[in-house]
């Protein structure tokens, strides 16, 4: 095997044949993928959801996981929070000539794993190879599908006054981990990205919580980007409290150094949930049960509809008691954290 990919591997000829053969059947060999066909068949019954995105993280191994990992956790989590059982993916790689190969066998892996321990197989994929410079060493690109539990209805226009806010765990861990990552930022930290697959997670809160009325997943632009786009789909206020927002130690510091807010920052191993006042303290139990929900916590609640005239808005009880509107967050705190 050569040590670094070349343009030929790209090629669809005999050097494509044997990386797909030393490198990528082994890693996620299943029975539709097997069958080596120009797309992948499945059953599915039912309602389905389906979901595309990019992963373009630099750099590609960070603290808690790597560009794989974060590629099959952000596919599978899109569909869960929907209410969808994830079922099969696909992963299309466009590698930069020059990459080496060890390193893409190590990205391979890393999906494979992940795939294999959020239950949904690599029903197909891609791969190119463009001359150096066109791209950045590997992007990946991802679709999933999975199908919906009749009667199960979640949506970010759902949410209702009097609805709780709650988050299975700590905020800003991920945007920290990738930003400490960095070479310019040369900060030492044990913070470690949250990156992981909700679907186990989700599947037990619906079970206990059919009732949940809006999930969704705070990605980029943080919990307080997500919680502003489900005023406005829901067209209702919310307002969340300062003093109840998971945050750790460590990152707290990283982000009073940097002069970031935890609240802007990228979560990918968290979920917000909406639940009506009396399943509350369920979905924070149920979660805090399981390990990807320790440290779960009512962060806020809807605090009413908002009328045709006025504009749904994020409110911030702060700690020293007054009240602070948050936005979307405006231009890129970070460039490159997914
Ligand atoms: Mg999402």
């Known amino acids: 095997m050569d040590e670094r990919i070349l343009l030929a591997h790209g090629s669809g000829g005999t050097l494509t044949h044997r990386l797909l053969r030393e490198i990528v059947f082994p890693a996620f060999s299943n029975h539709v993928l097997d069958k080596c066909e120009d797309a992948a068949v499945v059953p599915l019954r039912g309602k389905c959801a389906f979901t595309t995105d990019s992963f373009v993280i ?77 791209c950045d060493k590997i992007f990946i690109n991802t679709t999933g599908i999975g199908t919906i539990t009749e009667g199960i209805r979640v949506s970010a226009d759902n949410a209702r006054p009097g609805d709780h806010v709650i988050i299975n765990g700590t905020i800003g861990d991920h945007g920290a981990a990738v930003m400490s990552a960095r070479k310019d930022y040369k900060l030492r930290s044990s913070i470690r990205s949250d990156c992981a697959s909700l679907n186990g997670l989700i599947e037990r809160l619906l079970n206990t919580v059919p009732r949940i009325r809006v999930m969704r997943d705070p990605t980029r632009g943080g919990v307080a980007t997500t919680l502003k786009e489900i005023a406005v789909q829901s067209n209702v206020e919310i307002t969340i409290e300062e003093d109840a927002l998971p945050v750790t130690g460590p990152v707290r510091g990283f982000c009073e150094i940097l002069g970031v807010d935890p609240l802007y920052m990228a979560n990918e191993g968290k979920v917000l949930v909406f639940a009506p006042e009396e399943d509350a303290r369920r979905v924070v139990s149920t979660m805090r049960k399981h390990a990807l929900g320790r440290n779960a916590a009512v962060i806020g609640r809807v605090t009413r509809r908002c009328s045709s005239s006025d504009t749904p808005q994020v409110l911030l009880h702060t700690s020293i008691g007054s009240m602070r509107i948050i936005d979307m967050l405006s231009g890129e705190q970070l460039p490159r954290i997914c």
């Open 58 to 134: 630099q750099p590609l191994f960070f603290p808690g996981g790597d560009i794989g990992k974060l590629a099959v956790c952000g596919t599978v989590n899109d569909l869960a929070v929907m209410g969808a059982r994830p079922a099969y993916m696909t992963a299309a790689c466009i590698i930069e000539e020059g990459l080496r190969t060890a390193v893409f066998r190590k990205i391979v892996g890393s999906i494979a794993k992940a795939a294999k321990d959020a239950g949904v197989l690599i029903a197909g994929g891609d791969m190119k190879v463009v001359e150096k410079g066109a």
